[in-house]
């Protein structure tokens, strides 16, 4: 019998454990997507988030959590500027 060498066992793909997904869009007051919302995701039962992320430029976001049944708090920060009747942020100065 032939041993199989080292490089065929590396050919093999591995398998990738199963996940569930969370995903989610943030919206901001004047209902359309936030870029850079600092998003955090607990399990109910824990005090702590689990997970961090950051909204993306259609602000979306999505992480990966154990399979299975769970209940999970998800909390959304974002900064912004009101907005003027020009549609420009209104920013202070200073």
């Known amino acids: ?3 199989p060498s ?9 398998k990738e454990k199963p996940y569930a997904l969370i995903f989610g869009t943030a919206f901001g007051p004047n209902d359309r997507p ?4 600092k998003v955090t995701i607990r399990p109910q039962k824990k005090k702590h988030p689990s997970w961090d992320l950051i909204s993306d430029h259609r602000g979306e976001f999505a992480q990966r959590v154990p399979p299975g049944p769970g ?3 998800i ?4 900064e912004y500027a009101p907005v ?3 549609g ?3 920013l202070s100065k200073r």
């Open 6 to 14: 080292a490089a065929a066992s590396k050919d093999k793909p591995q």
């Open 75 to 78: 909390h959304g920060e974002a």
């Open 88 to 90: 420009k942020p209104q």
């Open 34 to 37: 936030l870029y850079g919302v």
């Open 84 to 86: 003027g009747e020009d």
């Open 1 to 3: 019998m032939t041993q």
């Open 71 to 73: 209940d999970y708090v």
